[in-house]
């Protein structure tokens, strides 16, 4: 079948959840609630300050294990979480307006298509932002903050990057300045309270979606003053992979300076502390959002998701901090999930990502998520416990595209064009030919990863994360050379996917057949060539 036109798939979605509020009339679907972190890890202790989150959601519902993002930077994953899609379907590549982050063309192209517009126009939701939408969301060339994105009722969204004290918020497309007075201004305490008053005045009978998207634990880590003292002990984990020359990995990583001096590692522990204490305030917010469901009487009617978009790194392979790189502590965010029909303290170690969030969230409005065009899967099967029932992925697709321009960083001549991102020292957490693709694994015959560099040297990256969970040593060159094959093969395949092409069987799925006459079709006709040996 052709794939639909955007008109006319608008009039199938629209077919779609008109019958789903047909069937709601008599018992109000779900709420939703999305709770989102910013930069927040998990493969570095990034949910050990949560421990009202994890004991209000997580005890009570559904922990994931494996969950990872579509790309580990903010603008492309956030845009991954909207649309369902991988970053070469929705176009967003990084955090700048070249990138396509809130640009323009992110506007017209996908935002009228994300999933809170189905929601809202089509399946009779409520709907609530509140918090981070995209980084350069609010810049003046791209319609500024009178631009209310389609989709949304209630908008209070923050202009350009997280911030905790003197920024500027649209209310519904008006200018909302503040300044630093903690208990007017604290953006993750404002975010409270503006989704407090939300439940307090909802339409009731009438079911709602929330995003709440907090600034914690984004730079520039500024704690509430009744957390300022905690974890004063703490430190950045020091794991085998911590403060080590990246050796055998691309040129980007090769670069950092090992052993890092004092004053870098005084400066990430204390970036690490201080990311722990804002997230205190989050830890806050959730609490006060179930008290407040209950409160309303919605609690068991609601779902609630935490996650973040992006991990992050502090030390490792010696890179002082910051995400972006294809690495497990900068792709691996948490995910906990409690909601009707969930079981309490349940664990998955299903290979979930990012793109995942967009169709669960329609599958629970109640429509046929097979009918649209988005890359991820629902969730629900498997938060219904019928994992039994499901035929689900064995491996997806991580895209990034570097930051950085050809020219030379002034502070750091001798690292040449393209750097960016870069500490005194002349360490430089990207570049433009930080360019990467990678096939990330996890079945039951293995757990690994496969990454291409788009760079003069094509650089590959492998590891085997059963022997190596710390990706220490890059066995491009050492391992069995069919494997390599299927796996560059797979990565073709997945870059060129769309829709339900993208859930195609990967190389350790017993249903995959290997064609080596595919090595090099990338494009259209790629996986319809592919679908012949299946």
Known sequence: MAPLSAPSWALAVLFLCAAAVVEGVSSKRPNIVLILTDDQDVVLGGMTPLKKTRKLIGDLGTTFNNVYVASPLCCPSRASILTGKYPHNHRVFNNTLEGNCSSKAWQKTQEPYTFPAILQRYCGYRTFFAG???????????????????????????????????????????????????????????????????????????????????????????????????????????????????????????????????????????????????????????????????????????????????????????????????????????LLVRGPGIKSNMSNKMLIANIDLAPTFLDIAGYDVNKTRMDGMSLLPLLNGMVQNVTWRTDFLIEYQGEGHNRSDPTCPSLGPGVTNCFPDCVCEDAYNNTYACVRTIATPADLQYCEFDDSEVFVEVYNLTSDPHQITNIAKTIDQEVLEKMNHRLMMLQSCSGSTCHTPGIYDPRYRFDPQLMFHHGPDATKLFHKTL
């Open 132 to 334: 981070k939408y995209l980084n350069e969301y609010g810049s003046e060339i791209a319609g500024g903050i009178e631009h209310v994105p389609p989709g949304w009722d209630h908008w209070y969204a923050l202009a350009k990057n997280s911030k905790y004290y003197n920024y500027t918020l649209s209310v519904n497309g008006k200018p909302q300045h503040h300044g630093q007075n903690y208990s007017q201004d604290y953006l993750t305490d404002l975010l409270s309270n503006v989704s407090l008053e939300f439940l307090e005045h909802r339409t009731k009978y009438v079911p709602f979606f929330m995003m709440i998207s907090t600034p914690a634990p984004h730079s520039p880590w500024t704690p509430a003053p009744q957390y300022e003292k905690s974890f004063l002990d703490v430190k950045a984990p020091r794991n085998s992979n911590f403060n080590i020359h990246g050796k055998d990995k691309h040129w980007l990583i090769r670069q950092a300076k090992t052993p890092m001096t004092n004053s870098s590692i005084h400066f990430l522990d204390n970036a690490f502390r201080k990311r722990w204490q804002t997230l205190l305030s989050v830890d806050d917010l959730v609490e006060k959002v179930v008290k407040k469901l209950v409160a309303v009487k919605e609690l068991e009617n609601t779902y609630i998701f935490f996650t973040s978009d992006n991990g992050y790194h502090t030390g490792q392979f010696s890179l002082p901090i910051d995400k972006r790189q294809l690495y497990e502590f900068d792709i691996k965010v948490p």
